[in-house]
């Protein structure tokens, strides 16, 4: 009954595509944006740096940044309007879901930047968005501690106007620490972009039909939020607390080699890495800093824990052997504990620091005037030529 086609290896499929934004060696543990490694980027620029880098393609000169900065800090505001959208969740609502929901009504709002075929209007989109989602996150969280909205502030860069969006209150303003906000930036860079993954593909396939840039970002946040791909950071924090001491640590790695068991080391394994993501590796050295500087080191047992941990799965020839190494999750969401962070906020911030890498990769695709709509092969495995019962057939 039911019916095979056969695959037609002619047929080119739609879900591959062109990208000079983002390079990433898999097998060696490579990733460059615009031909600039990862280490390099992180260690020697910021993150306006590297929007601009992805964005236009070149690292700014300094009129260049001056600019960009500018041109970013004064969209940073969110229609005052908008607070009226964050009232209409539950105060526990996952600040994922707030921010698809408020980021997909930016277009309501900013109706003058949704013509994709003006690039000035597509400029201005991009600005908005990159401008906006730390504000859109930072009153997710505010929203859901049941706090004050606070504003952004001209005098600070993106990531301590972020820090104190997040941590100020009207009783006590936040010490911005130049640590950690410099910690903060290095994990904008690290997440800013990667290819082809889940959430950007979902965000160049709703581009393709020519759907406006903010209901695009809000589709690749939905796609972001899922455990498998964004969602993991805070999935890692919650598996590190559910094996809470060194000695549990064999027990959860036999779990994980356990075809049967549905427990995964989460932060661990890649779609496209088979050797040491990169990113993980700065963040590791991040975290060591970050933690020193609190001085929480000795106290936050996490870190040494996540570092066993990887110590003794990559000791184990199942996780060698399947080339399963840690990855940009595994480390950030210590971090981002030890920052003040609650979990939920984790994904939040990784949607924080990608808009760039989506927004790059919707810019590249709609500016290609040979891009067509997104329409993946797919393999039929259903039923053919199926006659109706009888019985509908008196009716
Ligand atoms: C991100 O695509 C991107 O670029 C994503 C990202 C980005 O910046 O956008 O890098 C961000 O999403 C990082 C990944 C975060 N997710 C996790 O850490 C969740 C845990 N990891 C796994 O769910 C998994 O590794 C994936 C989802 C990341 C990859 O899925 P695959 O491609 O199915 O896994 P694989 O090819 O790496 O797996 C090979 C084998 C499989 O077993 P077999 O079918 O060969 O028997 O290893 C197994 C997997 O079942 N495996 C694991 C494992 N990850 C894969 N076994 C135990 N623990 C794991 N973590």
Redesign the pocket.
Same mark, same amino acid.
């Given at each position: 009954e039911t019916g095979m086609f056969t695959y037609d290896p002619g047929f080119t499929s739609t879900a591959s595509c062109d990208s000079a934004i983002t390079y990433i060696d898999g097998d060696n543990g490579i990733l460059m944006h615009r031909g600039y490694r990862i280490e390099d980027l992180a260690e020697h620029c910021d993150f306006m740096d590297v929007c601009h880098l992805l964005l236009n393609g070149d690292l700014p000169d300094v009129p260049q940044k001056k600019q960009f900065e500018h041109d970013i800090t004064y969209h940073t505001m969110l229609h005052e309007q908008m607070i009226y959208f964050f009232r209409g969740f539950r105060r526990d609502s996952h600040p994922m879901a707030v921010m698809v929901g408020v980021v997909g009504a930016l277009s309501a709002f900013y109706h003058d930047s949704t013509d994709i075929t003006d690039p000035h209007q597509r400029m201005v989109a991009s600005h908005r968005m990159l401008a906006k989602m730390p504000t859109i996150a930072a009153m997710a969280y505010k929203y859901s501690v049941g706090q004050p909205f606070v504003y952004p502030r001209n005098d600070l860069n993106y990531a301590e106007n972020f820090l104190n969006m997040t941590f100020s209150v009207p009783a006590e303003e936040y010490k911005i620490s130049p640590t950690l906000a410099r910690a903060m930036d290095r994990i904008f860079i690290l997440?800013a972009d990667?290819?082809q993954?889940?959430?950007?593909s979902t965000v160049r396939i709703a581009g393709s039909s020519g759907a406006n840039p903010f209901a695009c970002v809000a589709s690749g946040i939905a796609s972001l939020w899922g455990?498998?791909?964004?969602g993991?950071n805070e999935? =890692?924090l919650r598996m590190l607390q559910e094996i809470g001491s060194k000695d549990r640590i064999p027990e959860f790695i036999e779990r994980?080699?356990d075809?049967n068991d549905p427990f995964?080391?989460?932060?661990?394994?890649?779609?496209?890495y088979k050797n040491y993501?990169p990113r993980a590796k700065v963040m590791q050295k991040s975290c060591h800093e970050v933690l020193d500087e609190l001085g929480i080191r000795k106290d936050e047992p996490l870190l040494d824990l996540a570092m066993e941990l990887e110590r003794i799965a990559l000791e184990d020839d199942f996780f060698v052997d399947?080339k399963?190494f840690p990855? =940009?999750?595994f480390y950030s969401g210590i971090i981002l504990k030890a920052m003040g962070f609650p979990t939920s906020m984790f994904t939040a911030l990784f949607a924080v620091a990608?808009t760039v890498g989506w927004i790059a990769q919707w810019n590249e695709m709609v500016e290609d005037p040979n891009h067509r709509i997104s329409r993946p092969r797919q393999l039929y495995q259903g039923n053919t030529g199926r006659e109706l019962p009888e019985s509908y057939k008196t009716n």
């Amino acid at each position: 009954e039911t019916g095979m086609f056969t695959y037609d290896p002619g047929f080119t499929s739609t879900a591959s595509c062109d990208s000079a934004i983002t390079y990433i060696d898999g097998d060696n543990g490579i990733l460059m944006h615009r031909g600039y490694r990862i280490e390099d980027l992180a260690e020697h620029c910021d993150f306006m740096d590297v929007c601009h880098l992805l964005l236009n393609g070149d690292l700014p000169d300094v009129p260049q940044k001056k600019q960009f900065e500018h041109d970013i800090t004064y969209h940073t505001m969110l229609h005052e309007q908008m607070i009226y959208f964050f009232r209409g969740f539950r105060r526990d609502s996952h600040p994922m879901a707030v921010m698809v929901g408020v980021v997909g009504a930016l277009s309501a709002f900013y109706h003058d930047s949704t013509d994709i075929t003006d690039p000035h209007q597509r400029m201005v989109a991009s600005h908005r968005m990159l401008a906006k989602m730390p504000t859109i996150a930072a009153m997710a969280y505010k929203y859901s501690v049941g706090q004050p909205f606070v504003y952004p502030r001209n005098d600070l860069n993106y990531a301590e106007n972020f820090l104190n969006m997040t941590f100020s209150v009207p009783a006590e303003e936040y010490k911005i620490s130049p640590t950690l906000a410099r910690a903060m930036d290095r994990i904008f860079i690290l997440h800013a972009d990667h290819e082809q993954n889940a959430s950007t593909s979902t965000v160049r396939i709703a581009g393709s039909s020519g759907a406006n840039p903010f209901a695009c970002v809000a589709s690749g946040i939905a796609s972001l939020w899922g455990p498998a791909h964004g969602g993991a950071n805070e999935a =890692v924090l919650r598996m590190l607390q559910e094996i809470g001491s060194k000695d549990r640590i064999p027990e959860f790695i036999e779990r994980a080699k356990d075809k049967n068991d549905p427990f995964r080391l989460m932060g661990f394994g890649h779609r496209v890495y088979k050797n040491y993501d990169p990113r993980a590796k700065v963040m590791q050295k991040s975290c060591h800093e970050v933690l020193d500087e609190l001085g929480i080191r000795k106290d936050e047992p996490l870190l040494d824990l996540a570092m066993e941990l990887e110590r003794i799965a990559l000791e184990d020839d199942f996780f060698v052997d399947k080339k399963l190494f840690p990855n =940009v999750d595994f480390y950030s969401g210590i971090i981002l504990k030890a920052m003040g962070f609650p979990t939920s906020m984790f994904t939040a911030l990784f949607a924080v620091a990608r808009t760039v890498g989506w927004i790059a990769q919707w810019n590249e695709m709609v500016e290609d005037p040979n891009h067509r709509i997104s329409r993946p092969r797919q393999l039929y495995q259903g039923n053919t030529g199926r006659e109706l019962p009888e019985s509908y057939k008196t009716n």
